[in-house]
């Protein structure tokens, strides 16, 4: 028994240790790498979400053919915006009807009518990298375009600043000051992102 105990105490000493040890280890690493601007990107910022209709292979490619038309139609749009408050005025409900029909219209052009329905809300996000830049895990203003049940796999980028192709970045964008472009195409901060993140989730997990 008191062999047992002792093994007991031994175990949890260990388990404890261990978990100092990485709260230890993941301070240092994010005061090793520190970065700035980072609250401003999730002001700064609106996110584009689009879910499919299912994993199928065919609502897949729905949901491709349904980003390009937008981007094509409204990209030159977002654009042509200085910052994240004049992009949010712009998309009032006309706008987001608008957007909906863009998309209604794609797919009924495929032979594949289906309901769509477009909001703007706050919506979490995990960390995301789209070519050289890395957006971090929190919670965003996002354009939300579902298409029918919108159970199937998600494509996400961002709508303002433009960034959902790497041709779209030509210098800092607009929107963006230079430590928060700097801050997006750091790759140490793409790391330190996935390490918050991961953190998070542990302790809240």
């Known amino acids: 028994m008191k062999e047992m105990k002792k093994k007991n105490r031994k175990r949890a000493f260990a388990g404890g240790a261990f978990a100092a040890l990485f709260v230890l280890l993941a301070a240092l690493f994010l005061a090793v790498f520190p970065v700035s601007g980072e609250e401003g990107i999730y002001r700064d910022v609106i996110r584009l979400h689009i879910l499919a209709a299912s994993d199928g292979e065919s609502d897949q490619n729905d949901k491709l053919a349904v980003r390009d038309a937008i981007l094509s139609e409204y990209g030159d749009l977002f654009r042509a915006f200085s910052d994240r408050a004049e992009a949010e005025n712009a998309l009032t409900e006309e706008l987001r009807d608008a957007i909906a ?3 209604k ?3 009924s052009e495929r032979g594949r009518p289906s309901p769509v329905s477009v909001t703007l809300r706050e919506e979490d996000y995990p960390t995301r990298d789209y070519g050289a830049l890395s957006l971090p895990a929190g919670r ?3 354009l939300r375009v579902v298409i029918g049940e919108g159970t199937g796999q ?3 980028c961002v709508l303002f600043p433009p960034l959902c192709t790497a041709a779209a970045v030509e210098g800092v964008p607009l929107g963006l000051s230079d430590a928060e472009y ?3 195409t750091d790759g140490k901060a793409s790391v330190r992102f996935k390490t918050l993140e991961l953190l998070s989730s542990w ?3």
Do not use: D, E, M
């Open 203 to 205: 302790f809240h997990g």
């Open 101 to 103: 029909k863009t998309a």
């Open 140 to 142: 965003y203003l996002s």
């Open 105 to 107: 219209a794609t797919l």
């Open 154 to 156: 998600n494509w996400w």
């Open 182 to 184: 700097r801050l997006l």
